[in-house]
């Protein structure tokens, strides 16, 4: 049986992978949903920063350098807000790289969710590291794994 939480979380990541759809980037899109007392309290998916064209991939079909991670875009924003996100979840449809788990770590989110493995994992592992719960929840075949 499931637990509250869980179905939460399963809800909570369908619809980061909705708010990925926002972002223009053809390589992949990715979002994300920073929660806290059951509210979301900011959301971000990959783009460029606010005033750059939205185009994420250059003539060769690479990520151009400056393309904003969903992580790092949700959490900025909460910088420009008046809500913190200590103890929240963040909620990202792909794992979270080194650099995006460094932010999560000092935001001081302490539950990561997320619904795509991706090759490097050492973002994962840093997280692990810090102490903040990890969990892989595919979504699709309603299998999940805490970590």
């Not at 979301?40 to 079909?61: A, H, L, Q």
Request: charged content about 30%; aromatic content about 6%.
């Amino acid at each position: 049986m499931e637990s509250k939480q869980q179905k939460l979380d399963e809800r909570y990541l369908r619809m980061a992978r909705i708010w990925a759809e926002n972002s223009y980037c053809v390589r992949r899109q990715v979002g994300a949903l920073v929660v806290k007392d059951k509210m979301i309290i900011s959301d971000g998916y990959n783009g460029t920063p606010s005033g750059f064209e939205n185009v994420c991939e250059d003539d060769n079909n690479v990520t151009k350098p400056y393309v904003l991670h969903a992580e790092a875009n949700a959490i900025t924003k909460l910088a420009r807000s008046n809500n913190n996100s200590d103890g929240a979840t963040i909620y990202i449809t792909a794992s979270p790289c080194i650099e995006c788990a460094k932010l999560i770590i000092q935001a001081g989110i302490k539950r990561v969710v997320y619904g795509e493995k991706y090759r490097l994992t050492d973002g994962i592992e840093l997280l692990r590291r810090a102490g903040v719960e990890v969990i892989y929840m595919d979504v699709d075949e309603e299998k999940s794994e805490k970590l």
